[in-house]
């Protein structure tokens, strides 16, 4: 009973990653092949552990090269439907008549304008002046309203000057154009082209040899070819015109060229509705088989080689096997369903009891194990969208997630997911070992790389990098299994490169996305941070100079223990620099920032001590106003844990009449204290920075007697109680005098006594 009370228990407190948990196996396993797809997933050349017997009657599927020619061929056999508008030439030549008689009438109205502009020069000075006037400005108007309309209308490729050369109102021709002659030479070359007949699509496009008409109530088939396009139509105009005018840069020759151009419009239409259903009529009647298994018939024997007629029979066998079970079998499809579920719950336990075990924080933040969930499923999405379409496997960017935690998160949570991913992809597409080992060691190079992000060169290099290392590592699984180099898909070495070439370039466009969806602070943030045209720093070198000399100081101590014992140390020091912002309010109170009077002195120890645990919280303010991430804020809250102000705590013994009444409580910080090993190493860093400063004639001895009774009475006062550091990693914090990380190195760069120079007299 105990133990199902813990269980029970267990579930109410976890709920939240259980449900996720649950979710992500059910959501993964919907995508996963079933039956042969996974029992007989072979590769060309790879041998077979086990004979393949065809349980039933199956068609062999036809490759995808042989499908595809058969589905042209028989879109090529139907012809394209089409149907002759004579209506529309009948409406053409219309407009044809419509056009030329409008130029008439243009002529004509010019003819009677320049005659009444004749006649009233010619009686300029004659009684009838007046007439002749009115009929002047009548003539000219109609003249230039007609021919204004007409160029509104017929808005051709043609300027103006070529239509006052072909109305004859320019007279620099060598003979006047006959508008009749001129219009029935247009309207020949039209019919001609019409009787022939102009299609309105473009021979390209039409795939069949020949097209089917439909012509007066008939039904015409003739040779594709038989027909103009639109473009062919005009190069026989071309040469129609060329054949009337000799000389093709002649005025006539271009104007009636680009007429006839504007009237040949497409007289065949397409039924593309017609077309398309005739189409598809005839690619349901291509088999998608070229030959038969009968039932018991060998595929292959045990330890024969996977040949490519081989494979395409297994391949066969799994289509015909899936369509069975989905369709005659829904008992045994559920059951292997289940089967999947089970498989894909088996390797995500594995990943999520690794969270609950070492990445407990992570664990606790269901935004966090949302994040990681969602990076799965869209990898696993994605490679069932491949598998399914049939484009090559080594196009999913594994190694773009590798990267994404890493950045993200930390490079043991990239490992573990991206090795739990690719298990997952593996089985996803069949096992495939070859794709495997490819994944599992282009991941480690992402991760590699990108494990200490500090500069955008990276970003190049991880890309050189990857390409370089995918390409080593496919190259030398082909040479372990003994394939010639000239018998390689170099298809699939093109799409592996371009895969690894892109990873980091997503991956660093999605890491801002991330950051801010779910309040994560990368080290290219905490980069940014560090920057002096911050606004928050540049307040507190203008303000507390002194506080900022500490916070360096403090940031060169927390930033070598970090590395003495692994955490962030770029972490650290950005929250060194950060943790006292809060003196910035009142700095004069605080001694680093002291050059003469100290203000403690005029006033009593209990307002001290409320002074003095006031930039903690005015150091939260002001970290709200400027926009600092939480992993920030985290610092400077608990840089000073709950410790007790001992000299004011003293002060106020000493000066009470009753000293028993003086509440320790007020004398401490508010906390709460350090929860990670960086809080805890800017804790510890600055209590030892501000007692460095001041000892007299600093030595190593009493460098490392100060670290210890710092240390220890943080120990004994319970402020590391909830940091998770340990007694190794404290003594590695110490650090050794001849080492290189630690404090006793740094303090004795920082403080360490120098020569006393004579003067220049000496």
């Not at 407190?13 to 948990?21: G, M, Q, T």
């Not at 109205?109 to 002046?129: C, M, N, V």
């Not at 966090?368 to 080594?394: D, G, H």
């Not at 890493?406 to 991206?418: F, G, R």
Request: charged share 25%.
């Amino acid at each position: 009973m105990n133990n199902l009370k813990k269980i029970q228990n267990f579930f109410i407190k976890n709920k939240f990653p259980v449900l996720i948990f649950f979710g992500l196996s059910f959501a993964i396993s919907l995508t996963f092949p079933t039956g042969f797809s996974i029992r007989y997933s072979y590769q060309l050349n790879d041998i077979a552990n086990e004979p393949i017997i065809a349980p039933f009657d199956f068609g062999i599927l036809k490759t995808e090269q042989k499908l595809t020619k058969d589905l042209e061929e028989a879109k090529q056999s139907v012809p394209f439907s089409f149907k002759r508008d004579q209506d529309f030439v009948d409406k053409q030549v219309l407009n044809i008549d419509s056009f030329f008689n409008y130029l008439n009438n243009i002529s004509s109205a010019h003819e009677l304008y320049i005659s009444s502009q004749d006649s009233l020069y010619k009686y300029r000075y004659e009684p009838e002046f007046e007439s002749f006037q009115t009929s002047f400005i009548a003539d000219s108007t109609t003249y230039v309203t007609l021919y204004s309309e007409f160029l509104e209308q017929y808005q051709f490729q043609i300027e103006k000057a070529q239509w006052d050369q072909l109305l004859g109102i320019e007279e620099n021709l060598s003979e006047p154009i006959n508008l009749d002659i001129f219009k029935n030479q247009i309207k020949q070359i039209c019919l001609n082209r019409w009787a022939e007949g102009i299609i309105d699509e473009p021979l390209d496009n039409i795939l069949s040899n020949d097209i089917s008409i439909i012509q007066g109530g008939e039904l015409i088939l003739a040779p594709t070819k038989n027909y103009n396009d639109i473009e062919t139509a005009w190069k026989k105009n071309k040469e129609e015109v060329n054949l009337i005018y000799e000389d093709e840069l002649d005025f006539k020759s271009i104007l009636s060229y680009e007429l006839i151009n504007e009237f040949t419009k497409p007289n065949i239409l397409i039924d593309k509705d017609l077309t398309v259903k005739r189409q598809n009529e005839r690619l349901d009647k291509v088999s998608r088989f070229q030959g038969t298994v009968l039932a018991n018939e060998l595929i292959v024997d045990t330890n024969n080689r996977i040949t490519e007629s081989v494979l395409l029979k297994i391949k066969s066998l799994q289509f015909e096997s899936e369509r069975r079970l989905g369709y005659e079998k829904a008992a045994d499809k559920f059951r292997e369903y289940l089967g999947a579920f089970f498989v894909v719950s088996i390797l995500l336990f594995i990943l999520f009891s690794f969270l609950y075990i070492y990445r407990n924080k992570y664990y606790e933040d269901y935004r966090l194990l949302f994040l990681i969930s969602i990076l799965i499923y869209t990898i696993i999405f994605f490679s069932w969208i491949i598998i399914n379409y049939q484009l090559p496997v080594y196009i999913i960017p594994i190694s773009m997630i590798s990267i994404l935690l890493t950045v993200l998160l930390d490079t043991t949570i990239a490992l573990i997911t991206s090795t739990i991913l690719i298990l997952l992809v593996s089985l996803l597409i069949g096992n495939d070992l070859d794709f495997a080992i490819v994944q599992f060691f282009t991941a480690f190079v992402a991760i590699l790389s990108v494990r200490k992000l500090r500069k955008r060169r990276q970003i190049i290099a991880t890309m050189i990098s990857l390409v370089l290392c995918s390409m080593f590592v496919f190259f030398s699984v082909m040479l372990f299994k003994g394939i010639d180099f000239l018998d390689y898909n170099y298809s699939v070495v093109g799409y592996l490169a371009l895969a690894s070439f892109l990873s980091p370039i997503l991956s660093f466009g999605l890491v801002q996305l991330f950051e801010s969806s779910f309040g994560i602070t990368t080290d290219l943030s905490l980069i940014e941070l560090l920057d002096y045209d911050q606004p928050l720093l540049k307040k507190l070198m203008e303000d507390a100079p002194g506080t900022h000399t500490h916070s360096v100081k403090v940031g060169t101590l927390s930033e070598s223990c970090a590395n003495a014992i692994g955490a962030r140390a770029l972490l650290c020091r950005v929250g060194s620099y950060y943790h006292d912002i809060g003196k910035i309010k009142k700095p004069e109170y605080y001694a680093e920032n002291q050059t003469g009077e100290n203000k403690h002195d005029s006033i009593s120890a209990h307002m001290s001590a409320k002074i003095l645990k006031q930039h903690v919280t005015d150091g939260l303010s002001l970290a709200n106003e400027y926009g600092l991430p939480k992993i920030i804020k985290d610092f400077i809250e608990t840089h000073h844990a709950k410790n007790r102000m001992e000299f004011f705590y003293k002060k106020a013994i000493d000066n009470s009449d009753n000293p028993e009444s003086v509440d320790e409580n007020e004398f401490r910080y508010p906390g709460p204290k350090p929860n990670t090993k960086e809080t805890g190493i800017v804790m510890i860093a600055e209590a030892i920075e501000a007692q460095a400063n001041s000892i007299k004639n600093p030595t190593m001895e009493k460098f490392e007697k100060m670290i210890d009774e710092a240390i220890k009475s943080r120990l004994k006062d319970g402020q590391l109680d909830e940091c998770p550091l340990t007694m190794e990693d404290l003594q590695k914090i110490k650090g050794r005098r001849d080492g290189k990380h630690g404090l006793l190195p740094v303090l004795s760069g920082l403080y360490h006594s120098r020569p006393e120079y004579p003067d220049k007299d000496d």
